[in-house]
């Protein structure tokens, strides 16, 4: 058993606090949009100029000029702000967005994040995601635990860095990881997928880790 996207969606959606700005990558973290308590002001930043995004529109009701930063058709809101993508991160870089959440190819054990490209295979551009991990107050990764049965929590990222000592949180569709970005490195299991056990989620895990779930405390080395 593990968490499909939609639960690790909802998940992520738990780290939300009100009157937070919050910035969601493409992939799964869009879907945590979907999962917003109706009671709880959030205010949802693009990087390519909009504060204060609204729910997927319906089929037949798509606008091409409203997108995200993902290029998928969005609403906006009566509130909702558009700019420039200068002033967008300046945004990003002046540290007025609480949170990130995005997806990752690789975490490492001390918290360092590869999400923008693979070596030898096409690439657009990095787009907004070291901006968003340097300048974010706190940067949860939402990802799959495994990539065609390679694990993705690494030791040390083989991919090339998005950025050093970045993750806050890693929210797999096994589990959930917090880290220590300063002072001494250290990765936390702190919670399990519903069905999944601590022998498997250490057996696909390389990165080593503590464990402090309830009822639970142990080691991986």
Wanted: net charge negative.
């Amino acid at each position: 058993m593990a968490w499909t996207r939609e639960q690790m969606a909802a998940r992520a959606a738990r780290e939300l606090q009100d009157g937070f700005y919050v910035n969601l990558g493409i992939g799964i973290p869009t879907l945590v949009a979907n999962y917003i308590p109706e009671n709880m002001d959030i205010r949802l930043q693009s990087e390519n100029g909009m504060l204060g995004m609204g729910p997927f529109p319906f089929e037949g009701e798509e606008d091409p000029d409203l997108i995200n930063a993902g290029k998928q058709t969005i609403t906006s809101l009566p509130e909702t702000s558009f700019f420039s993508s200068s002033e967008s991160f300046a945004m990003i870089r002046g540290g007025h967005i609480d949170l990130s959440i995005l997806g990752a190819m690789q975490v490492a054990e001390n918290g360092d994040l590869a999400n923008w490209m693979i070596p030898g295979k096409m690439v657009k551009g990095m787009g907004g995601a070291m901006d968003l991990v340097a300048g974010v107050k706190r940067v949860v990764v939402v990802m799959e635990h495994e990539a065609k049965g390679t694990p993705k929590l690494l030791k040390e990222c083989t991919l090339p860095l998005t950025g050093k000592r970045v993750a806050d949180m890693v929210i797999t569709d096994l589990g959930v990881f917090t880290l220590t970005r300063h002072g001494e490195p250290k990765m936390v299991l702190t919670e399990l997928a519903e069905g999944v056990t601590l022998d498997e989620i250490t057996a696909k895990t390389e990165a080593r880790f503590t464990v402090a779930l309830e009822k639970e405390g142990a080691s991986h080395a």
